[in-house]
């Protein structure tokens, strides 16, 4: 333990650390302006001050490079999603709180989510592929658990293979790669409460002349915090 009559002693990054996080930062940008693919590894050393021959002590290539700006991000999104699982929770609270795990990512951290979902480079890059494979297989299966352990409990509607809703609504969250500007969209938490409101109470008007149907599950009262739809 440090000395009471000395402040302890705060360690310094070390220098290749800064170097790394420097390097990941400008091709975040890069990455986010150009597309992953028309990002060349010359445009990343360009833009870090260095040569294409010094990067290669850092980052033997984009896919590597790729790799370390949304590896975080994903782990983040898995770890997640496990403590909500683990929660004592009726379905649908998880299932909003999974929403909120999946959308906070876009808010917190928008150029690692969106570099890697709005190209499609998961289908075409088989070295990320081999390496992201596992961690998505594995938040892929927490999903389609949430939806069978709703459908058990009778919280949630049987409409069809757990597999597919939980695709579906991963599917609808990742579309915010395509729009969502932190500075300009809506707040998250509106989208957040929107989506979730959509999942929950489907877009079938709620009024004395027209209750739910046995289709859907019996939502209550909606959420008046839910606001309108986005587009």
Same mark, same amino acid.
């Given at each position: 333990?440090?000395?009471?009559?000395?402040?302890?002693?705060?360690?310094? $990054? !070390?220098?290749?650390?800064?170097?790394?996080?420097?390097?990941l %930062? *400008?091709?975040?940008?890069?990455?986010? !302006?150009?597309?992953?693919?028309?990002?060349?590894?010359?445009?990343?050393?360009?833009?870090?001050?260095?040569? %294409?021959?010094?990067?290669?002590?850092?980052?033997r290539? !984009?896919?590597?490079?790729?790799?370390?700006?949304?590896?975080?991000?994903?782990?983040?999104?898995?770890?997640? @999603?496990r403590?909500? @699982?683990?929660k004592d929770?009726?379905?649908?609270?998880? @299932? *909003?709180? &999974?929403? %909120?795990?999946?959308?906070?990512?876009?808010?917190? *951290?928008?150029?690692?989510?969106?570099?890697?979902? %709005?190209?499609?480079?998961?289908?075409?890059n088989? #070295?990320?592929h081999?390496?992201?494979?596992?961690?998505?297989?594995?938040? #892929? &299966?927490?999903?389609? !658990?949430?939806i069978?352990?709703?459908?058990a409990?009778?919280?949630?509607?049987? @409409?069809?293979?757990?597999?597919?809703?939980?695709?579906?609504?991963?599917?609808?969250?990742?579309?915010?790669a395509?729009?969502?500007?932190?500075?300009?969209?809506? $707040?998250?938490?509106?989208?957040?409460?929107?989506?979730?409101?959509?999942?929950?109470?489907?877009?079938?008007?709620?009024?004395? #002349?027209? $209750?739910?149907?046995?289709?859907? $599950?019996?939502?209550?009262?909606?959420?008046p915090? &839910?606001?309108?739809?986005? *587009?």
């Open positions: 333990m440090p000395s009471p009559d000395k402040p302890a002693v705060v360690a310094k $990054p !070390r220098k290749s650390a800064l170097r790394r996080e420097e390097i %930062r *400008h091709a975040t940008a890069l990455f986010d !302006r150009k597309g992953y693919a028309n990002t060349s590894l010359d445009d990343v050393a360009q833009a870090v001050g260095i040569k %294409r021959e010094a990067l290669y002590y850092y980052y290539s !984009r896919t590597e490079i790729l790799i370390a700006i949304i590896g975080p991000q994903t782990s983040g999104l898995v770890d997640g @999603l403590d909500v @699982l683990a929770l009726p379905a649908r609270e998880k @299932l *909003h709180m &999974a929403i %909120r795990n999946h959308l906070k990512r876009f808010d917190r *951290h928008c150029l690692e989510m969106t570099i890697f979902l %709005r190209d499609g480079v998961m289908g075409t088989e #070295e990320l081999l390496a992201m494979r596992r961690v998505w297989k594995d938040y #892929e &299966a927490m999903w389609t !658990r949430l069978d352990e709703g459908k409990s009778g919280e949630l509607a049987d @409409l069809g293979d757990s597999k597919m809703i939980a695709f579906g609504i991963q599917g609808m969250c990742n579309w915010l395509r729009w969502y500007n932190p500075r300009k969209s809506a $707040p998250i938490d509106s989208i957040i409460d929107t989506y979730f409101a959509m999942l929950n109470l489907g877009l079938q008007p709620r009024t004395p #002349e027209l $209750p739910s149907t046995g289709s859907t $599950p019996s939502a209550g009262k909606r959420n915090k &839910a606001g309108p739809l986005v *587009h």
